[in-house]
């Protein structure tokens, strides 16, 4: 548990797939919902306890690529939330050197 991974989809659904296949594969489902889940690193791929799941709705007239972007966008603050909560501490972009007021 001393390591954790993003996956662009809410596990343990597309376990094992990567970018654009994984939001294809929830397009091509016709599920109503995607997102990203933050996940400790076991053995298996992708099978390691969660830590911290986002969710966005999936649009009718969403692609793969358009659904991409709405998980990716989430998975920044996922990661200090988990960061946070794996930590029991306060992690901001500022700290990371990051100012999200530049993009």
């Known amino acids: 548990g001393r390591c954790i991974n993003v996956h662009p989809s809410l596990l343990p659904k597309h376990a094992g797939g990567m970018d654009l296949e994984v939001h294809q594969a929830v397009i091509d489902a016709k599920e ?3 997102g990203c889940t933050i996940h400790e690193v076991t053995e298996e791929v ?12 999936v649009d009718d007239s969403d692609t793969a690529e358009s659904l991409k972007s709405k998980v990716q966008a ?11 909560k794996k930590c029991k501490t306060t992690v901001s972009y500022a700290d ?5 007021d530049a993009g």
Request: proline share 3%; aromatic share 4%.
């Open 74 to 84: 989430l998975e920044g603050v996922a990661f200090i939330e988990a960061i946070q």
């Open 96 to 100: 990371a050197g990051v100012s999200i």
């Open 46 to 57: 992708d099978g390691g306890p969660i830590v911290i799941q986002k969710v966005v709705k």
């Open 32 to 34: 109503s919902e995607s």
